[in-house]
């Protein structure tokens, strides 16, 4: 099949163009930011300093691929507190594995949900390698390195915590309240804006695709760690190998998303506010002129 032609720089697509390319790149840019968000919460929590130091390292990678894929997004008019400070937080696309909670303070939490986010991070990335958006395709190769190092730290984790009885038992607890949210990853945003996504080639594999082999991956793994899959609160429809299933109610990607969002805005976004600010210093550089 010949390569699918490169779409035209961000002032010179169509409307349908920019449409894709808008809910791609806010699919990217919310879920790491997102994501982030709540691993810094952990930075003086986790079990040992070493473990802390390299959660911290892993929130600042995500925040600085927010930061990439927000850029993007700015190339069509929109500015850094529209994207991130300002948006009401019923806009947001992320999906609504990362904004759940620490509720318990369990490293187990903390550790599954870095392993089944970054597993399927990694499998989006790929699928963007040969992205017709160039803009797109020329971040991947940074990004794509850094999340090799934050599925080995979560991998390491998961096995040291499966050495043990009690931590076997705290990894299937998480499992059983995350594996759903963990589903919404590959829940569309807008069936047919999705559809015209796959079809400019902004990515190389659907949602479907990308589903099926994520929980090829992942499922395996998690049984050799004597984990249950079975036993998590999967949809009724659930099958591990094929797509007939139904998402949680609040999937996120259609803007729809639990309580627990809506007190992460609201927190995040509160010295913003309260120092009554129109615009947000900017401590990065540019990524293009990085």
Avoid: C
């Amino acid at each position: 099949m010949a390569a699918k032609e490169s779409l035209p720089a961000p002032g010179e697509l169509s409307d349908d163009q920019r449409e894709a390319v808008e809910h791609l790149l806010y699919r990217l840019a919310d879920d790491e930011f997102v994501a982030a968000e709540r691993y810094t919460e952990w930075q003086v929590r986790s079990p040992t300093l070493e473990s802390d130091l390299a959660l911290a390292n892993i929130a600042q990678d995500e925040l600085g691929h927010a930061r990439l894929w927000y850029d993007l997004l700015e190339d069509f008019e929109y500015t850094e507190s529209e994207l991130v400070w300002e948006r009401d937080a019923d806009e947001w696309r992320h999906s609504t594995l990362v904004e759940q909670p620490f509720e318990t303070g369990d490293w187990a939490d903390v550790i599954l949900r870095t392993y089944l986010y970054d597993q399927a991070e990694y499998i989006r990335l790929e699928a963007l390698e040969d992205s017709t958006y160039p803009r797109i395709r020329d971040r991947i190769t940074k990004i794509i390195q850094e999340e090799d190092y934050h599925r080995e730290h979560a991998e390491n984790w998961m096995a040291r915590l499966a050495e043990e009885k009690d931590g076997l038992e705290r990894l299937q607890g998480a499992l059983d309240d995350l594996f759903p949210y963990a589903l919404t990853l590959f829940a569309p945003t807008d069936e047919t804006v999705e559809d015209r996504i796959d079809d400019l080639g902004l990515r190389s594999k659907s949602l479907d695709v990308m589903r099926e082999e994520w929980l090829d991956v992942v499922v395996p793994y998690l049984e050799d760690l004597g984990l249950d899959v079975g036993d998590a609160e999967l949809p009724e429809q659930y099958d591990v190998h094929h797509s007939e299933f139904e998402l949680p109610a609040d999937v996120g990607r259609d803007r729809s998303h639990t309580d627990a969002w809506f007190d992460l805005q609201e927190e995040f976004t509160n010295t913003y506010r309260e120092l009554d600010r129109h615009e947000a210093n900017r401590i990065m550089k540019d990524p293009d002129e990085a």
